[in-house]
């Protein structure tokens, strides 16, 4: 009985197609189908539209990731390079802890320095770290950067929160040790303002 009421009112149709309130004054049967279809094709469209932008997005990470990986390839072949007679003395910047352990394993053993060791120990810190370049000066070299926000940590997407001094005092004093620890020969540390940002590990 109440179905059948529904269709016999225009505005009974109107309520059954779901329509907006108002929209819902004097409709008949066909327009209340037309503005069915129309819904559902816009409704259609919309969900492509949501598809086709993912699809753009997933491509753009795709390619980004596609371009880091090649250039963090490139960095582990200058440094191959480098310890295979090509300098004695370079620098390049890294920003991860897996690219980093790819170039210690391309340096290998060298004198007291190990690789291995390096990678391990040194790798494990890299979300403390803003980079580390990693180089030749005759034989290894590291220096290792401090940051003085939240946001300059590697791999971080914290906002721009400065990090507190004793909290980077203590950073520079853990990473001085484990130069000690990794038989470094020489562990200088450099200051802006008196503020720590960079320490040096070199092996004879």
Known sequence: MTEMTIKRTPSGW???AGLPHYLQE???KRECQAWI???????ALNVQHRAEKAERRA??????DQRRRAANDKT????RLGYAGASLHFRTQVTDADTFRR???????YNRFSGTAVAEAIGGMFGELMSIDVGRESSVVL?????FTAQQRAGSREGCIPIPEAEREELERRVMALGRELHADEISAERFQDRPYKVRLWWD
């Open 59 to 64: 491509t753009q990470v795709s390619g980004i």
């Open 143 to 147: 220096y290792l950067h401090l940051p």
């Open 76 to 79: 582990v072949e200058f440094v």
């Open 14 to 16: 109107a309520v059954a």
């Open 37 to 43: 279809d129309r819904a559902a094709a816009q409704q």
């Open 103 to 109: 170039c210690m394993e391309a340096i290998g053993g």
């Open 26 to 28: 004097f409709k008949t």
